[in-house]
């Protein structure tokens, strides 16, 4: 279906299993890797930065409306125009899923353009390997960015904070549940399995809205977002454990520009207390779950508030 048939509303911006490209995110890296033209323009003036692309995932895979929501200004030498080159090229992905029917998502892709380190970075959840390939090209550096990659690590591997799954430890099969209403996530380093969908799935206290007065009571919204007029929502992944602690917190989908309101996300997930698990057959099992924290400024001057969306 074309892009201008699609009602803006139905389009959605986070569902229970989002969009992703071909073979994941290890994939996609490799393949920014391989096509990247870094513009010689770019290179001889040392220009770098990160360039926002927005687009959405139809139901089919294929990328729509693609388009730059931030770049490198005011000349971006070529970058802007490379970032756009990269994504309408790309292969279609794997389409977002709402209750198990795929329907279009937006999606943001952050491309930080970067001379002089390592080609490509350290993989959230590498397939085969452990270790990132050596760099095979010393002039050219792209590295996308998913709000996680910030620092370096041993001044030549790129610091990630999301889980980094190594192989199965082990030679045994993992203990996997399967039946109706039941969707597997992952299985993770230790292999337990991290389900997607559960028929009793996790909670902060006993209703929806708890976790969202828990944030309003905690969140603060930085002072340079709030100045700068940035708004929008930021999507915290995280697994609720069998005893109901948050682990392996991150950003799935931040704010374009808004790196302090994503941190300032992650800070208060971290401050939650134990939820209730998920539970299959009225066993606690692990959860895979995402939390969608809205930042949006209302009135104006000093008198801007925080409204903070809890997951339905």
Not at 9 to 23: A, H, L, N, S
Not at 80 to 106: D, F
Not at 227 to 237: K, M, R
């Amino acid at each position: 279906m074309p892009l201008d048939t699609i009602p803006p509303d139905e389009i959605f911006v986070v569902v229970e299993q989002m969009p992703t490209f071909p073979g994941g995110e290890t994939a996609m890296y490799q393949y920014l890797e391989d096509n990247l033209q870094y513009p010689q323009e770019a290179k001889a003036a040392n220009i770098q930065g990160t360039v926002y692309v927005k687009f959405v995932v139809l139901k089919d895979g294929s990328l729509y409306d693609i388009k730059i929501i931030r770049g490198i200004t005011p000349n971006g030498f070529g970058l802007n125009e490379e970032a756009l080159r990269l994504v309408q090229s790309m292969p279609k992905w794997t389409p977002g899923r709402q209750r198990g029917v795929p329907v279009p998502v937006y999606f943001n892709l952050p491309i930080r353009f970067k001379m002089g380190l390592p080609l490509k970075p350290e993989p959230i959840r590498p397939t085969n390997t452990n270790t990132p390939p050596k760099p095979t090209n010393q002039n050219k550096q792209l590295i996308p960015m998913n709000k996680q990659a910030e620092e370096l690590k041993s001044k030549q591997k790129i610091k990630m904070n999301t889980e980094i799954t190594p192989k199965h430890p082990s030679n045994k099969a993992p203990n996997i549940i399967e039946g109706e209403g039941i969707e597997l996530d992952r299985v993770g380093a230790d292999g337990v399995p991290v389900y997607k969908t559960v028929p009793e799935m996790p909670s902060y206290k006993e209703e929806d809205k708890e976790a969202n007065l828990f944030l309003y009571s905690n969140i603060k919204y930085p002072a340079e977002a709030r100045e700068n007029g940035i708004q929008g929502t930021v999507y915290v992944g995280f697994t609720v454990m069998e005893d109901g602690t948050l682990k392996q917190i991150h950003v799935k989908q931040g704010i374009a520009g808004g790196e302090a309101c994503d941190e300032e996300a992650l800070r208060v997930i971290r401050l939650f207390p134990k939820w209730n698990p998920g539970k299959i057959a009225g066993e606690a099992v692990r959860v895979s779950y995402v939390l969608p924290v809205r930042y949006k400024i209302v009135g104006g001057g000093r008198g801007r508030m925080l409204k903070v969306k809890s997951r339905k």
